[in-house]
């Protein structure tokens, strides 16, 4: 039986009656963007993220456009980002006309390295830029000590990680902003592009509020130079018909991701990924090699509360690629996420070398990892295949 990486179908048809209601009153009043319909999901979203202010905005990479602009950042300024995460994340540095310095990673959380965020500041830097990858939030802790020691606005990119914490604080409402999507695949998917920017600032909300139509307050009279990052009403209001269920649709990830952490994480080829190794790749290869391991499982550090985005584990020993085709071969869908990590990617090779220092974490990163289905839909049998296809590739790589 193929099991898919993703089922949207699963989740939306059980919702198809109310889904279909909404539509009718969005067609029936006829106000398709902002208005009331964004107004009362911005409400909802600011109980469901725990921000001070919740404003929809058109997708999670506008949601850092925005907050970019409305931190003032643009050409000669510097912010620091991870060098493992999806495109998004550097992309909009570059589109408010700022350089991206990319920073190493953290081979047990995936997230940016504190310390080497630390060295990458330089008298340019303006804004740290720290993604809660595939669900599980940065050290923000330390993050926000680098940041407050420099005076550096933190911009979180929690785009896969809406209901995420650490130390019993949400996501996007440590750092000056947050940056939610609602893309399909994230954890609260939409019916096409939208997202959410979160801050605890009146004044950036307001001044985020009047960017997000073109600098624009009252009508046709313009401070300064925005965009139309403007969210959909239909958007908002069939969003919002699914916020209420993104709760226990996180219980569902959070319980698969346990069950493969018990079933496959008893195999003997298979480590669960230690805390203690956090910033020490060479500490971790000597011990993994030694004790035959072939496979390293996700494990999110007793402070946070990762809510599983993705299910993403490491292949050690360069048979990331094997398992990849045996799995595909099985009808098992999964995918790397991601191949190529940002410092190395074509269209930042004429950043100045300091912006792209080796990241050799980030770089073993993307040829290790793999993602396996977690989406809350799935069925245990479903779960079973999964494990029972990689535990056959493991017998077989293990001889
Ligand atoms: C999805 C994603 C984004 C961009 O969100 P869109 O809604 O697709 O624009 C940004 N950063 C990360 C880490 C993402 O996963």
């Known amino acids: 039986m193929?099991?898919?990486?993703?089922?949207?179908?699963?989740?939306?048809?059980?919702?198809?009656?109310?889904?279909?209601?909404?539509?009718?009153?969005?067609?029936?009043?006829?106000?398709?963007?902002?208005?009331e319909e964004v107004e009362r999901f911005e409400e909802m979203m600011v109980v469901a993220t725990e921000a001070r202010h919740a404003i929809g905005v058109s997708s999670g990479t506008d949601a850092?456009?925005?907050?970019?602009?409305?931190?003032?950042?643009?050409?000669?300024?510097?912010?620091?980002?991870?060098?493992?995460?999806?495109?998004?994340?550097a992309g909009a540095v570059v589109r408010v006309g700022a350089t991206p310095v990319f920073a190493d990673v953290c081979p047990v959380c995936f997230n940016l390295d504190p310390a080497a965020a630390r060295r990458a500041v330089t008298a340019k830097t303006r804004a740290i830029l720290p993604v809660h990858l595939?669900?599980?939030?940065?050290?923000?802790?330390?993050?926000?000590?680098?940041?407050?020691?420099?005076?550096?606005?933190?911009?979180?990119?929690?785009?896969?990680?809406i209901g995420a914490r650490t130390r019993g604080r949400a996501v996007g409402t440590i750092?000056?902003?947050?940056?939610?999507?609602?893309?399909?695949?994230?954890?609260?998917?939409?019916?096409?592009?939208?997202?959410?920017?979160?801050?605890?600032?009146?004044?950036?909300?307001?001044?985020?509020?009047?960017?997000?139509?073109?600098?624009?307050?009252?009508?046709?009279?313009?401070?300064?130079?925005?965009?139309?990052?403007?969210?959909?009403?239909?958007?908002?209001?069939?969003?919002?018909?699914?916020?209420p269920h993104e709760p226990a649709y996180r219980a569902a990830r959070r319980a698969h991701a346990a069950r493969y952490l018990k079933i496959l994480g008893a195999h003997p080829a298979v480590a669960v990924a230690n805390p203690l190794d956090c910033r020490c790749l060479s500490a971790q290869d000597e011990r993994l090699s030694a004790g035959g391991t072939l496979l390293v499982l996700p494990n999110p550090y007793p402070h946070n509360e990762a809510v599983w985005n993705q299910f993403t584990l490491r292949v050690t020993g360069g048979g990331r690629d094997s398992l990849l085709k045996h799995l595909q071969c099985e009808g098992i869908g999964c995918e790397i996420y991601y191949p190529v990590p940002l410092h190395h990617q074509k269209c930042f090779a004429d950043l100045p070398k300091s912006s792209r220092p080796p990241c050799p974490v980030a770089e073993r990163l993307a040829s290790e990892v793999l993602s396996l289905p977690v989406y809350p839909e799935m069925s245990e049998s479903q779960q079973d295949e999964v494990i029972g296809s990689v535990t056959r590739w493991l017998e077989r790589a293990a001889r």
């Open 64 to 89: 850092l456009i925005l907050a970019l602009l409305a931190a003032g950042i643009g050409p000669g300024d510097e912010v620091i980002c991870p060098a493992f995460t999806f495109f998004a994340t």
């Open 2 to 35: 193929p099991v898919p990486l993703l089922d949207v179908n699963a989740q939306n048809h059980p919702l198809r009656e109310e889904l279909l209601r909404t539509f009718e009153r969005v067609l029936g009043h006829g106000r398709f963007i902002l208005g």
């Open 175 to 243: 750092g000056g902003f947050g940056a939610f999507s609602f893309f399909p695949s994230k954890n609260l998917g939409g019916f096409g592009d939208s997202g959410l920017l979160t801050t605890m600032d009146d004044d950036l909300a307001a001044k985020a509020r009047r960017l997000r139509v073109h600098g624009m307050e009252p009508k046709y009279y313009h401070h300064e130079v925005g965009g139309n990052f403007r969210m959909d009403a239909l958007q908002a209001a069939l969003l919002a018909v699914k916020a």
């Open 134 to 161: 595939f669900g599980q939030a940065a050290d923000m802790q330390a993050i926000m000590a680098v940041a407050n020691e420099n005076g550096l606005v933190v911009i979180e990119d929690a785009a896969q990680s």
